[in-house]
């Protein structure tokens, strides 16, 4: 995946100028940033919800930013998404929310469905959740069961947004250790957009330092740990 000198501006407020950056196959790449600096914003351009004013972003030879929605299509088949606050849909079961994309992009019978479910739960170590109501969950089970749908389609990417968003240090600790499990098991590319410089050290092979939407930074982690850029710096010395 790469992307190019991407630009997008909303009125007079530019989002992002001029990023650009290859996010490697098979790590974990963390996007990090106070609120506000364009993170999100970067996320939506990967996936093409959001078209830049110019730039390039390149997924398998196809660039999203000039995409037919066909070939959008196609390239999203190859992404799951862990949404901030999780968007499951509350009146459904924990196993029917991790079913749900298998009922759109697959021809499995509800009862190959259910199997595979179940099979991404005990992935994620929460096997006895399958038929609890969503609105029972707590906020640490709500986010294992949305990284089980994020995975049950055996997707080549997987993106978080603010994966710790609303969880407690405790919760935050286990959520980073599933991930790096995950991608141990699986071998898949995360990239992974945070405000948590520990969540990031924690998790991450390479880490960029976004700010008032330009790229400051891009290294693999213990390179950018001791980067002299004084964004870097100042960042660091607040949140370590």
Known sequence: MRIEEL??????????????LDILQGKTTAILGP??????VLLKHIVGLL?????????????????????????????GMLFQHGALFEDLTAGENIAFPLRYHTRLTAAQRRARAQEVLELVEMP??????TSALSGGQ?????????????????????PNSGLDPMTSTTIDDLI??????????????????????????????LWQGRLVAYAPLPVFLHSE???????????L
């Not at 909303?10 to 100028?17: C, E, K, N, P, R």
């Not at 141990?184 to 880490?207: K, M, N, P």
């Not at 850029?229 to 949140?239: A, D, M």
């Open 128 to 133: 006895e959740l399958h038929d609890r109501p």
């Open 35 to 40: 609120s506000g600096c364009g993170k999100s």
């Open 7 to 20: 630009r997008k501006s909303f009125g007079d407020l530019v989002v992002l100028d001029g990023v650009s």
């Open 180 to 209: 790096l499990r995950m991608k141990e098991r699986l071998g898949i590319t995360f990239v992974v957009i945070t405000h948590d410089i520990v969540q990031a050290v924690r998790i991450s092979d390479w880490v960029g330092m």
């Open 142 to 162: 709500r986010k294992r069961v949305a990284l089980a749908r994020a995975i049950v389609l055996e997707p080549q990417v997987v993106l978080f947004d603010e």
């Open 51 to 79: 078209r830049p004013d110019s730039g390039h972003v390149w997924i398998d030879g196809i660039d999203m930013a000039i995409a037919t929605p066909e070939e959008k299509l196609q390239v999203r088949k190859r992404f």
């Open 229 to 239: 850029h004084p964004i870097v710096r100042r960042f660091l010395s607040r949140t």
